[in-house]
T-cell receptor, first 110, second 116 residues
Framework: SQQGEEDPQALSIQEGENATMNCSYK?????LQWYRQNSGRGLVHLIL?????REKHSGRLRVTLDTSKKSSSLLITASRAADTASYFC??????????FGQGTELSVKP | DAGVIQSPRHEVTEMGQEVTLRCKPI?????LFWYRQTMMRGLELLIY????????DSGMPEDRFSAKMPNASFSTLKIQPSEPRDSAVYFC??????????????FGQGTRLTVV
């Protein structure tokens, strides 16, 4: 069964706007990761946040983690058409297991 | 390193045939994962290995599916006999691990399987 659920399922914005995607999960975790998938390609790791961290930045990406609410958000600032892709959160509930959510399909229109 | 290498990239087979998917993980990575991706079910974890040992195969759909990792540089996922509902993209991924936990996972390009 899926551990994470992303919200929204699909998001369409204009270039230059910010995009926010949310992820909720069910069990306690060691870390939470965000990945990106371009159509027809494998997933690419974006950022990892550990369970004892609350916020992390990488370039135009900002990730927050609220373990009390079992939720995380990914913010992409100043979006570009090239950011168009599917975005997935993945959790590590125990040991090495890595479970993905259903993903958010982001479309950035030029 | 060339990254995670999967073969074949595309496979079309007839129902009832045996299918073998192959994966070469990144050298030095402790974890290897097999996933299946479909529109209906998303990205499902089938099985994962730690240091060549299968740790959790609870995602393997049924006995027709089997996976092996005979050494640190090679893994196979076998479907026998294949059925049309097995049609999907199968991904292999590897992760270096850190004190018993996985970290960043690196994905192969996937094998698109079509069973007719």
């Amino acid at each position: 069964s899926q551990q994470g659920e992303e919200d929204p399922q699909a998001l369409s914005i204009q270039e230059g706007e910010n995009a926010t995607m949310n992820c909720s999960y069910k069990t306690s975790i060691n870390n939470l990761q965000w990945y990106r998938q371009n159509s027809g390609r494998g997933l690419v790791h974006l950022i990892l946040i550990r369970s004892n961290e609350r916020e992390k930045h990488s370039g135009r990406l900002r990730v927050t983690l609220d373990t009390s609410k079992k939720s995380s958000s990914l913010l992409i600032t100043a979006s570009r058409a090239a950011d168009t892709a599917s975005y997935f959160c993945a959790t590590t509930p125990q040991g090495g297991k890595l479970i993905f959510g259903q993903g958010t399909e982001l479309s950035v229109k030029p | 390193d060339a990254g995670v290498i999967q073969s074949p990239r595309h496979e079309v087979t007839e129902m009832g045939q045996e299918v073998t998917l192959r994966c070469k993980p990144i050298s030095g990575h402790d974890y290897l994962f097999w996933y299946r991706q479909t529109m209906m079910r998303g990205l499902e974890l089938l099985i994962y290995f730690n240091n060549n040992v299968p740790i959790d195969d609870s995602g393997m759909p049924e006995d027709r599916f089997s996976a092996k990792m005979p050494n640190a540089s090679f893994s196979t996922l076998k479907i026998q006999p294949s059925e049309p509902r097995d049609s999907a993209v199968y991904f292999c991924a590897s992760s270096p691990g850190d004190r018993g936990m996985n970290t960043e996972a690196f994905f192969g390009q996937g094998t698109r399987l079509t069973v007719v």
